[in-house]
């Protein structure tokens, strides 16, 4: 760690915070625009003005909106992000084992995921133009460009109603042996992993055969450096950046996927918390969820930013 | 004969440069989702049967839905919503992607400065989390939708077209062009815009899939296209449950995105492998 | 077989492979031969399949290529037939390669040593510190600055000429018996290419070494072969030593090569250095260029161009040299207003120049054209030729349709293209052709004085001297003037009349073109003058023995306005060059010279009268 490495290192992160900001003015903006305000809904429409009058003030909803944006804020930072308007429960209260059960599935997805996507894009890109190549490719393209709860659907239907190998729906309460864990959680983690797969093999091979097709891996063929050093030792140190970028784009992938799997398999994580909350109009969770999503991705593309960054001689500054 | 033989040529798809191929296939959808419900048999909110998922019959080719709807009047309707929405907003996110792209090649730097970070704002949301949000806020009309997906996609159009344009705004006939003093208008237009057009139109058709797969996964989830309307991702919704019969009021819909999408992706990739 | 031919390689046939399936020849029935301890040169323009011979003597051949015919032996070994371990074992140990472009061929991700001692590793040919003593001696014997401490660098931190030679060093770690060189110096500066020029020579002499010099310049041949193959679109065109190859080609394409690398200087006389103002086209008086903030004065604080003063007498052509990064395009682009500059004035046709082109009128714009470097990127490739030209037509005179189509004709006839090229697109033009259309889009404006910006630094040598031909025609007939930018000094006596000489930003010489190698001169024009390869044997060891110091990298720009050369200069005076602005010389030809020395100690090189020692380099 050096000086100018430090310096690009906390432009970044500097960026990511700017992001940051962006977003939370965002979230709050978007959920102010909310139209008909929420005391209203909240009561239904046979209440009393004075009732209204009442929860408005309750709700700081009387306040001018900055005031409200600061209060929203703070009480963000202290890990308080309000109370539900449906169920008048925390906030924090609410997402706390909702989040437990996404990072389970998400951290289960990305385990499969990752290790799988390296070693096939990486075989797709040194046996470039083989037929195994053009089938993954065939297959890859196929998945990214059908819509996530396609693939969910057409697994439930193969896996559970026609074989019957594992439940239709996640229900984790009810597990209560290893071998039940794992049945759970295969379907969505399977279709999850597939379809975050498909779009990490495509970026790695891409940057691959990027990689692959510099003229120092000419020269190092031509140095008579064996395929494997020439894989680890040349190829390796410059694939660090770029894939770890790819990586960390595939993961929004994921956090995409995840809202819908969440969905179809009614596994009870923060995404589907979140549609529901959608539905139901529930601003606080909305804002939450959304915010905590937002952050994990933020910083996943920050931290592979900083990987590249530091993963090259130049930006090192060595 | 020999007049015969380039129009035969012509018509072989081999034949055709890869924009021609994406026009062609983009289209033929437009065409289908213009006129097709005008040759739907019935209309598309009608019980005709007492039969809900009916299998194929002369009565109603492609069966019944859920509650005994025609569903090829259905998939006609859902064809039009799906590709005129996800239309409208690619051209809305690429219209505005591109003229910014271009136009901040040669504004002052504190324009693009904020123009760009604008973009990164946008893209630090994942998109389906941001059309949830602003579907939260706004509501699920047709119009919301539109400019939800459109938003969702600018800055990716965005970068696309500003990376081309830089990188033609360095060629050296635009310098010979400015040093001619042609004005600016001239310049972008004739000198630049015809040499992005290739990546430009790889780039549209991109977003038309991105636009595409997140419609449908909204109205999948009943975020987006609301009833009586319906679109390709609502129709398998709501005839969801007839996976368990292998309905095709379920199966079909699914192969349409799927023939729709990958189709386009294919002809795409096709075209950027060479 | 005789062990006495190194390389021996029969019928050679390779073919590259279409995307339709269908095969196109690029190297057609080549036969060559080395013996031990000799070079051979591979001569020929660009895609005449240079490169693909040179790498097949390796047993490799590019993706895309197969060797569908002939025999390779190198050292005994049959490359054709060797398994891919075999290979494996004689690349970078039996024979090794040095690569055009180091800058790419080095991975950015590894340090030098790494990479440099990789071959004796990876081949068990010695231990580490074995390696790493022999790489440093390597260094030492390439003339390479720090060779103890160069090699923990990383490539992105080491100049174009250091890379070459660290490449070198890579491909003789392994004392293997032959080593492939291809345009190791294409890249550099003149002033560069000589310095790692006689690192090759020596490095090689002293260790006997087989060799492959692939190279499209006559003059190094000369100098570092002892044997040549002309090649062209793949097949030999002629081969022998490089005495006879030189000195009396039969082949017609190799007369034309020779031809063109030996342009002959101007015949016409060269235009009066001191013209009345009223005589030039065009005016600089200290024109300061540059970026960052600005000074107490209001300039800029970093500056690619300083007090530039410069005069092109009207119907003349002023050449301008300089090595890569001195700030020639920069001088082309403020002319042209492309690029506005923050003090000093222009002048031209006796009016002031507006520093924006916006600011021009569009008389002054017709009449200042301007001629871009590459001809790959100057025109538009979604025009047709014959929109291009006519845009301009449209635009300054405002011709249309017949008229204007009848004028791009006649514009094709002046600069000898067919009138079939107005329908054509770009990318269906040769690189010749593009920059004859670069040419006649610039005339089409009927200009006073054009710009030609390196016009012929990417065009191969015949075409590049039927371009210069091209040049003196339409002057001689148009009365044009032309400001000459090159690195190439041949061009400039065969075109120019005068010549300014642009170091780091600063003119340090103006003068007649045809006295550059005679009379008073800056320590640099000298040293740029004498690093030009001759066509003849032996030049290299004398232009070595003639030089002082070993140039350096050009230096970071000093900006206490002492003189820019001085970190490189053979009569450097430490205490009076360094600091202060430097003094201009007015000769009595008119030619100006900027420096300390006086026009006597200029007029002898070396040194002023040798009885007075040279100040001590080392300050
Ligand atoms: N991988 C390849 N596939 C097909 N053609 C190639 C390939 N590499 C080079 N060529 C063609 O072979 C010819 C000779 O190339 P090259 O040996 O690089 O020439 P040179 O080194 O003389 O410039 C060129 O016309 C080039 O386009
Ligand atoms: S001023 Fe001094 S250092 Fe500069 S060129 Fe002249 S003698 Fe050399
Ligand atoms: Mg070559």
Redesign the interface.
């Known amino acids: 760690m050096n000086a100018r490495l430090a310096r690009l290192v906390l432009r970044r992160i500097g960026?990511a915070l700017?992001?940051?900001l962006?977003?939370v003015v965002?979230?709050f903006a978007?959920?102010a625009?909310?139209?008909g305000d929420v005391a209203d809904m909240l009561l239904g429409q046979n209440a009393t003005p004075d009732a209204t009058q009442a929860l408005r003030h309750a709700l700081h909803l009387d306040q001018p909106l900055w005031l409200r944006f600061m209060h929203w804020c703070g009480g963000m930072l202290h890990g308080n992000a309000g109370n539900s308007l449906l169920t008048g429960r925390p906030v924090s209260e609410m997402l706390a084992p909702r989040l437990y059960n996404s990072l389970l599935l998400a951290g289960a997805t990305t385990l499969v995921a990752v290790p799988l996507a390296l070693v096939l894009g990486l075989a797709c890109a040194t046996w470039r133009d083989s037929v195994f190549d053009r089938v993954m490719?065939v297959l890859t393209?196929?998945i990214?460009?059908?819509?996530?709860?396609?693939i969910a659907?057409?697994s439930?239907?193969v896996f559970a109603?026609q074989f019957r190998v594992v439940p239709a729906l996640s229900d984790i309460r009810s597990i209560h042996s290893v071998g039940q864990f794992f049945l759970t959680f295969a379907m969505p983690v399977a279709t999850l992993a597939s379809i975050t797969m498909a779009q990490m093999i495509r970026m790695i091979r891409a940057c691959m055969i990027d990689v692959f097709s510099a003229p120092y891996m000419e020269m190092a063929v031509i140095k008579g450096v064996p395929p494997i050093r020439i894989m680890l030792h040349h190829a390796l140190p410059n694939a660090i950046g770029p894939v770890a970028n790819a990586i960390a784009l595939s993961l929004?992938s994921l956090?995409?996927g995840v809202?819908?799997i969440e969905?179809i398999f009614n596994y009870p994580g923060l995404a589907q918390l979140?549609?529901d909350?959608?539905?139901s109009?529930d601003?606080p969770i909305?804002q939450a969820c959304?915010l905590l999503?937002?952050m994990t991705?933020?910083f996943l593309?920050t931290l592979a930013d900083i990987v590249a960054l530091a993963s090259v001689p130049k930006g090192r500054g060595a | 004969m020999s007049g015969m033989a380039t129009g035969l040529r012509a018509l072989r798809l081999s034949a055709l440069t890869p924009a021609q191929r994406v026009m062609g296939l983009f289209g033929f959808w437009l065409v289908l989702a213009v006129c097709g419900p005008f040759f739907a048999p019935y209309a598309p909110g009608q019980i005709i049967d007492t039969e809900v998922f009916a299998p194929l019959s002369h009565r109603h080719w492609l069966g019944t839905d859920y509650l005994g709807r025609d569903l090829g009047s259905r998939l006609l309707y859902a064809v039009r919503y799906t590709v005129l929405i996800c239309t409208l907003s690619t051209a809305f996110s690429c219209g505005c992607g591109v003229l910014l792209g271009i136009a901040t090649t040669a504004t002052p730097a504190w324009v693009e400065q904020i123009a760009g970070?604008?973009m990164?704002?946008i893209l630090?949301?994942?998109?389906?989390?941001c059309a949830?949000?602003?579907?939260?806020?706004?509501?699920d009309s047709l119009l919301a939708l539109v400019l939800t997906l459109g938003v969702i996609y600018t800055p990716g159009a965005y970068r696309t077209s500003r990376a081309l344009a830089l990188r033609i705004a360095r060629?050296?006939?635009i310098?010979?062009a400015?040093?001619?003093?042609?004005g600016a208008l001239f310049i972008i237009w004739r000198?630049i815009l015809?040499?992005m057009?290739g990546p430009l139109l790889a780039d549209v058709g991109l977003r038309f899939?991105y636009a595409?797969?997140l419609l449908?996964?909204l109205s999948?989830?009943?975020?987006g296209v609301q009833p009586p309307l319906v679109d390709l991702?609502s129709l398998?919704r709501e005839n969801?449950l007839g996976?368990?019969y292998g309905s095709g009021a379920?199966i079909l819909p699914?192969i349409v995105?799927?023939v729709l999408?990958?189709g386009?992706?294919?002809v795409l990739?096709g075209t950027s492998r060479? | 077989m005789s062990r006495a031919h190194m390389i021996s390689v029969r019928n050679l046939d390779i073919v590259g492979h279409r995307?339709d399936g269908g095969t196109v020849p690029i190297v057609r029935d080549v036969s060559l031969e080395v013996r031990e301890g000799q070079m051979l040169a591979l001569i020929g323009e660009s895609g005449s399949g240079k490169t693909t011979i040179a790498l097949s003597l390796l047993g490799h051949v590019r993706p895309g290529c197969t060797i569908s015919g002939g025999q390779i032996t190198v050292a005994g070994h049959d490359v054709t037939s060797m398994t891919r371990h075999e290979l494996r074992g004689f690349r970078g140990r039996t024979i090794s390669y040095v690569a055009q472009n180091a800058g790419t061929a080095f991975n950015p991700a590894l340090s030098i040593a790494q990479q440099v001692i990789e071959p004796a590793r990876v081949h068990w040919a010695m231990t580490r510190q074995q390696a790493e003593r022999k790489m440093i001696d390597l260094f030492r014997a390439l003339a390479l600055p720090e060779p103890e401490t160069i090699g923990a660098r990383y490539p992105y931190q080491l100049s174009g000429g250091q890379l070459q030679r660290l490449m070198a060093a890579m491909a003789l770690i392994t004392d293997p018996e032959i080593v492939v060189f291809d345009e190791p110096t294409t890249a550099l500066d003149v002033t560069t290419q000589i310095e790692v020029l006689a690192a090759f020579r020596t490095v090689l002499a002293d260790r006997g070494i087989t060799g492959v010099y692939v190279t499209h310049d006559l003059a190094i041949v000369a100098q570092i072969a002892d044997h040549a193959v002309v090649l062209r679109h793949g097949q030999v065109r002629e081969s022998g030593t490089v005495a006879r190859i030189l000195g009396n080609p039969q082949d017609e394409y190799t007369r034309e090569l020779v031809a063109a690398c030996r342009i002959p200087p101007r015949a016409t006389p060269c235009a009066p250095m001191a013209s009345a103002r009223e005589d030039r086209v065009l005016d600089l008086s200290d024109v300061i260029v540059g970026y960052g903030n600005r000074t107490a004065e209001g300039l800029p604080e970093r500056r690619i161009l300083d007090h530039i003063s410069l005069s092109v007498p009207r119907g003349s052509t002023l050449g301008i040299i300089g090595e890569s990064g001195c700030g020639k395009s920069t001088l082309a682009?403020t002319i042209?207003?492309?690029q506005p500059w923050a003090a000093g004035q222009v002048v031209f046709r006796g009016q002031a120049l507006a520093p924006a082109?916006?600011d021009?009128t569009?008389e002054q714009?017709r009449r200042l054209?301007?001629v871009?470097?590459?001809a790959d990127?100057?025109?538009?490739?979604?025009?047709r030729i014959g929109a291009t030209i006519e845009r301009?037509l449209t635009?300054?005179h405002g011709m249309k349709g017949a008229e204007a189509r009848a004028e791009a004709m006649r514009l094709l006839d002046m600069v000898r293209l067919p009138h079939a090229l107005l329908e054509r697109y770009p990318a269906e033009l040769s690189g010749g052709q593009k920059q004859r259309v670069n040419f006649a889009?610039a005339l089409a404006?009927r200009p006073d004085l054009v710009l030609c910006d390196e016009i012929t630094a990417a065009l191969d040598p015949v075409v590049a001297a039927a371009i210069l031909e091209l040049m003196a025609e339409l002057q001689e007939t148009l009365g044009i003037s032309y400001i000459f930018i090159t690195h190439d000094l041949h061009a400039v006596r065969a075109v120019c009349d005068q010549v300014a000489v642009l170091y780091a930003g600063h003119v340090v010489e103006q003068c007649d073109s045809q006295s550059l190698t005679a009379g008073a001169h800056h320590p640099y024009t000298r040293l740029l003058v004498s690093s030009v390869p001759e066509m003849r044997a032996g030049w290299l060891a004398d232009a070595m023995a003639l030089r002082h110091a070993e140039g350096a990298p050009a230096a970071q720009r000093r900006t206490d306005g002492g003189c820019q050369f001085f970190s490189r200069c053979d009569m450097r005076m430490p205490g009076q060059c360094d600091r202060g602005p430097v003094p201009v010389h007015t000769l009595p030809d008119g030619a100006r010279i900027a420096c300390y020395r006086s026009c006597a100690d200029l007029a002898f090189p070396g040194g002023v009268a040798p009885a007075v020692p040279l100040p001590s380099y080392e300050s």
């Open positions: 960026a700017c992001s940051l962006f977003v965002a979230i978007l959920t625009a909310l139209p490719t393209l196929g990214v460009s059908v819509p996530a709860f396609l659907t057409v439930v239907f109603v929004s956090l995409g809202v819908v969905t979140m549609v909350s959608v539905m109009r601003v909305i959304t999503f937002c991705y933020l593309t | 970070r604008l990164d704002g630090s949301i994942p998109s389906l989390l949830l949000l602003v579907i939260a806020a706004f509501g060629m050296d006939y310098t010979v400015v040093a001619r003093g042609e000198e015809p040499n057009r899939i595409v797969l449908s996964n999948f989830l009943g975020l991702g398998v969801v996976l368990v379920v699914t995105i799927g999408t990958v386009i992706n294919l990739d060479r | 995307p682009r042209s207003g492309l082109v916006a021009r569009r714009r054209q301007i871009a470097q590459n990127l100057v025109l538009n490739p979604a025009w301009v635009f300054f889009r404006a």
